[in-house]
């Protein structure tokens, strides 16, 4: 079965910080830019960042700039999400996703259909 798989979520203290990893199963990434997105308890999910095929082109929204940094590494098929400073806002399930794309500097937008999405791995953040 051809899916993404998220790792690296847990229980953290405001200030603390995680990596997220988002590695597939069945296919190589090479071909995929990849999204993360998030969603806490009773609210709609939202696009944290995207990063595109090559790695070269990167977005963040607004809440996490400055705070979170995508990178992704092709040989091993994976892609990072490294969160500094976390805030109890933070808090949420976190999901990666695919887009297949000819192009190797394409970061697509959150709103679009995307071709695989993960389970999802939890981050909270509390003291």
């Known amino acids: 079965q051809l899916q993404l798989v998220e790792s690296g979520g847990g229980l953290v203290q405001p200030g603390g910080s995680l990596r997220l990893s988002c590695t597939p199963s069945g296919f190589h990434l090479d071909y995929y830019a990849i999204a993360w997105f998030r969603q806490a308890p009773g609210k709609e999910r939202e696009g944290v960042s995207a990063?595109?095929?090559?790695?070269?082109?990167?977005n963040y929204a607004d809440s996490v700039k400055g705070r979170f940094t995508i990178s992704r590494d092709n040989a091993k098929s994976t892609v990072y999400l490294e969160m500094v400073s976390l805030k109890p806002e933070d808090t949420a399930v976190y999901y990666c996703a695919a887009k297949q794309t000819p192009d190797s500097d394409y970061v697509p937008p959150y709103y679009i259909n995307m071709n695989f999405w993960g389970k999802g791995t939890l981050v909270t953040v509390s003291s």
């Open positions: 990063i595109s095929r090559s790695g070269s082109s990167l």
